[in-house]
């Protein structure tokens, strides 16, 4: 079964970091892109973070560019989302994706989340 499990969240405050952890199994991930995406209550699903198959292209929604940063271990098949400067509004329930393909944008399988709470 291919699943992807995140891990890290939680609560902090406000100025404060945590580091999400997306643990893939059942199959391998190396050659996928993969991103973060988070949904905060009353909103939409909203693009976070993403990186190519071989880590070596990275995006970021404004929002969090300069304060968050993606990573990955594709010997662990891991990703990871590394947030820094803390605010309320990056509260919202974390997802990890993995993308059809290398470089695609078409996510297809997803976590099941987790939960950040940054309290002011």
């Known amino acids: 079964q291919v699943q992807l499990v995140e891990s890290g969240g939680g609560l902090v405050q406000a100025g404060g970091s945590l580091r999400l952890s997306c643990a893939a199994s059942g199959r391998t991930f190396s050659n996928n892109a993969m991103a973060w995406f988070r949904q905060a209550p009353g909103k939409e699903r909203e693009f976070v973070a993403r990186?190519?198959?071989?880590?070596?292209?990275?995006k970021y929604a404004d929002s969090v560019k300069g304060r968050f940063t993606i990573s990955r271990d594709n010997a662990k098949n891991t990703v990871y989302l590394q947030m820094n400067s803390l605010k309320s509004e990056d509260t919202a329930v974390y997802y990890c994706a993995a993308a059809r393909s290398g470089l695609g944008h078409d996510y297809d399988t997803w976590g099941q989340g987790t939960q950040v709470i940054v309290s002011s």
């Open positions: 990186i190519i198959y071989s880590g070596s292209i990275t």
